[in-house]
């Protein structure tokens, strides 16, 4: 059963503009962790924000935040201010127990 | 440096030939794993391990041994290469203790089978 689910193949946002990526999870556990991961063309996976599932608050990192709906099961990555070199693939990853889940990922084009 | 290391980078084998893919790491962290990624796919765990003398399978397990003697060493080998096996194989470390819980990636290895 998948696990991880990103429903944005591709995505497209304007320079300097905010954009949000969007992920849902599946898991029946209380404890688990949302990680989201940045896959530029030269292939290396760049871990970008984490999100506990007892964390009260949503997580940030720089231009990075995590818009976390618990209820809904979303774990949403919200990019503030898109730079060129935010183009990239994204995936959005789960820890459940010691395994790793992950989505087929997003790739997002920053258009000048 | 420190951090994951993967070799060879780059392989191109024939089907039905052994091949062993090597990831070595210099934290000491206590988890690592192999993925493959292809188009459409994302990352499929393959297998992992909590430490030395321990591995688990993970989601696509099938065609591939691994062992851990070693800490900081993890081989994934491919007992009889097929096509369908050609991908990009990653290993990562687990911090278990870190505030971001995060993975290590190595920089990957890019494996054809012919």
């Known amino acids: 059963a998948q696990k991880i689910t990103q429903t944005q193949p591709g995505m497209f946002v304007q320079e300097k503009e905010a954009v949000t990526l969007d992920c849902t999870y599946d898991?029946?556990?209380?404890?688990?962790?949302l990680f989201w991961y940045k896959q530029p063309s030269s292939g290396e996976m760049i871990f970008l924000i984490y999100q506990g599932s007892y964390d009260q608050q949503n997580a940030t990192e720089g231009r990075y935040s995590l818009n976390f709906q618990k209820a809904r099961k979303s774990a949403n990555l919200v990019i503030s201010a898109s730079q060129l070199g935010d183009s990239a693939m994204y995936f959005c990853?789960?820890?459940?127990?010691?395994?790793?889940?992950f989505g087929t990922g997003t790739s997002l084009t920053v258009i000048p | 440096d420190a951090g994951i290391t993967q070799s060879p980078r780059y392989k191109i084998t024939e089907t039905g030939r052994q091949v062993t893919l090597m990831c070595h790491q210099t934290?000491?962290?206590?988890?690592m794993f192999w993925y493959r990624q292809d188009l459409g796919h994302g990352l499929r765990l393959i297998y992992y391990?909590?430490?030395?003398?321990?591995?688990d399978k993970g989601e696509v397990p099938d065609g591939y041994v691994v062992s851990r003697s070693k800490t900081e060493n993890f081989p994934l080998t491919l007992e009889s290469a097929t096509r369908s096996q050609t991908s990009v194989y990653f290993c990562a470390t687990w911090e278990t203790s870190g505030r971001r819980n995060e993975q290590f990636f190595g920089p990957g290895t890019r494996l054809t089978v012919l």
């Open positions: 934290w000491s962290h206590s988890y």
């Open positions: 391990s909590a430490a030395a003398d321990i591995t």
């Open positions: 898991t029946s556990d209380p404890s688990y962790g």
């Open positions: 990853a789960m820890r459940n127990i010691n395994q790793f889940y």
